[in-house]
């Protein structure tokens, strides 16, 4: 958000111009979207519906918006032109919170939404609505008197859910929003087929993602079976590019072709290289989104990659070095940088004066046995996959290849800490 302007009322955003990195307009915001949650704290700002030329809506995800000022909203240029849907667990700010009857926490009164604010609260264009802008009594805009008007704190107001008393949607979502991943999947893995289906339904694609990455193949299957084709494209596309070429392997050659038509050109053909590669192989358990930098970046630049909180731990644990172009496949692959070594270094360092040479890359035709042993000998969390060219082609981290030598049937065994019995600690 632009300096100086810590909230936004949303009446200033309607119908404001949506503009590209290029200074090109885009679209105009007809609504935003918002995701409730329990125990009155601020529902989560989820985007934006843009209409674009020709009166089509879509939903531009708020992660996209790099700013709001002076009348517009920046974005990243990048745009899901598929007409927006609202999926049962979101809100349509304009549509369905202004102008709504809710109740003071306080003093009982019952007071009308006039406007709402949104504010930015973190680095990472994570954005909440904070309060609200209300008028006491029921007298209209025409009245004489229209009753005192005050700003007040989201959590001083009850009265948006549609059942804030049942086991809706938002409960079940709040119920499991602290979860891990990985013990989100657990949770569904034992739910039965249906409500499996109904939590998959209300979590957003970024988490979707996440918990489809934890799942056990029948889970992912089923799942991505019952969600429509162009959800399911954008959760694929949510994915890590090496889970979701895994997932698309398992499906039917149609399906595969369906969903690969559904997806960002850019996406697909990463998709389809992967699932070129055999499923054990360094190939095929490689990630194509490691970090990868050029000679010339300095410690302060790799620092500042390694901090994305987006990046898995084994994944921002050192930094490749390459040739351009940057995207995988990359230029000529120099060496590594483990993040240790940028601790030990001056920020303004050159990266190419810290390589790790020493050790040779995996290949992408590498067995997993080898990938494993390699793993094993030299104490590693991730490693390089270059092609015989020298092009970089991806890493391969550590938790994809236990992922390949567990049996089965892991996720089933039920793990215990040192120290406890049964799941309780040790008396």
């Known amino acids: ?48 519906v843009v209409e674009l030329s020709g009166r089509r809506r879509v939903f531009l995800p708020i992660t996209r918006v790099t700013g709001i000022q002076a009348g517009q909203v920046l974005t990243t240029g990048v745009l899901n032109v598929r007409r927006f849907e609202q999926r049962p667990t979101e809100r349509l ?3 369905e919170m202004l102008d709504r009857r809710v109740i003071l926490v306080e003093t009982a009164e019952e007071v009308t939404v006039l406007d709402l604010s949104v ?33 007040v704190e989201w959590s001083a107001v009850t009265g948006f859910s549609l059942d804030e008393q049942g086991q809706g949607a938002e409960t079940l979502l709040a119920t499991f929003e602290q979860l891990r ?3 989100l999947a657990n949770v569904l893995h034992h739910l039965s087929a249906k409500r499996r289906a109904e939590v998959a339904a209300a979590l957003d694609d970024d988490r979707l993602a996440d918990v489809l990455e934890e799942l056990p193949e029948d889970d992912q299957i089923e799942i991505l079976g019952k969600l429509k084709e162009e959800r399911a494209a954008d959760v694929l596309e949510a994915m890590d590019p090496d ?10 050659e149609d399906d595969q072709e369906r969903l690969l ?24 358990l490689m990630t194509t989104e490691p970090i990868v930098l050029r000679p010339d970046a300095t410690v302060a630049d790799a620092l500042a990659r390694v901090r994305n909180s987006d ?9 490749y070095v390459c040739r351009p172009p940057d995207e995988t496949p990359t230029g000529k692959y120099l060496g590594t940088v483990h993040f240790q070594r940028l601790l030990r270094d001056p920020p ?19 067995s997993l046995p080898a990938v494993a042993g390699f793993f094993a000998t030299y104490d590693m969390v991730a490693a390089p996959v270059v092609d015989d060219s020298g092009s970089l082609l991806g890493a391969v981290t550590v938790d994809d290849v236990l992922d390949h030598l567990l049996p089965d049937d892991w996720r089933e065994t039920e793990f215990h800490l040192p120290g406890e019995v049964n799941g309780e600690p040790e008396p």
């Open 311 to 319: 990046l898995s731990p084994a994944l921002a644990a050192q930094v």
């Open 348 to 366: 303004y360092t050159l990266v190419s004066a810290v390589l790790d040479t020493d050790l040779q890359p995996l290949r992408p035709r590498d």
């Open 93 to 95: 700010v304009f549509g």
């Open 119 to 151: 504010r930015q609260i973190s680095s990472r264009r994570e954005w909440e609505i904070d309060r609200l802008f209300v008028r006491k009594g029921k007298g209209g805009a025409f009245r004489r008197n229209r009753g005192e008007t005050l700003t």
């Open 243 to 252: 889970d979701a070429a895994d997932l698309l392997s398992e499906l039917p």
């Open 1 to 48: 958000m632009a300096a100086g302007a810590p909230r936004v009322f949303v009446s200033h955003l309607a119908d404001i111009a949506v503009f590209d990195p290029n200074g090109d307009q885009v679209g105009r915001v007809r609504d935003l979207v918002a995701q409730l949650r329990m125990d009155r704290r601020p529902p989560r700002l989820l985007g934006l």
């Open 181 to 183: 991943a990985a013990d």
């Open 261 to 284: 038509g559904l997806m960002q050109p850019d996406d697909a053909a990463e998709m389809r290289r992967l699932m070129a590669y055999e499923e054990h192989t360094a190939g095929g």
